[in-house]
């Protein structure tokens, strides 16, 4: 019988970045060094994948309600990290809106 290939089933980086927010209600997580060690990566990758809190509370939203692997790979870290640079959130959202307008053009 030949092996099945499934589909890699893709996870939106807030869903991650939540969880250690989640970690740090437990009373023996203080710091991102001790997310770090729980979750074997380094304290600068914590760092990276909190950091995307600082996107605007509207992006966060919609990006977690996306349900289509799409859309979901195409809001990889790496694309939103960018984002984190505006300061201002109604500028990160006329950004993402775009970002958005081109997914669409391309499905």
Do not use: C, W
């Amino acid at each position: 019988m030949p092996p099945v290939n499934l589909p890699r089933i893709y996870e939106s980086p807030l869903m991650e970045t939540r969880r250690y927010e989640n970690l740090f209600k437990d009373p023996l997580v203080k710091t991102q060094s001790d997310i770090a060690r729980e979750m074997g990566i380094t304290r600068a990758r914590v760092s990276q994948i909190t950091a995307l809190l600082k996107l605007a509370s509207e992006i966060q939203r919609e990006i977690l309600t996306f349900q289509d692997q799409e859309s979901i790979r195409f809001f990889s870290e790496r694309r939103l990290r960018p984002l984190l640079n505006i300061k201002k959130p109604s500028i990160q959202i006329q950004e993402f809106n775009k970002m958005k307008e081109h997914l669409l053009k391309n499905k």
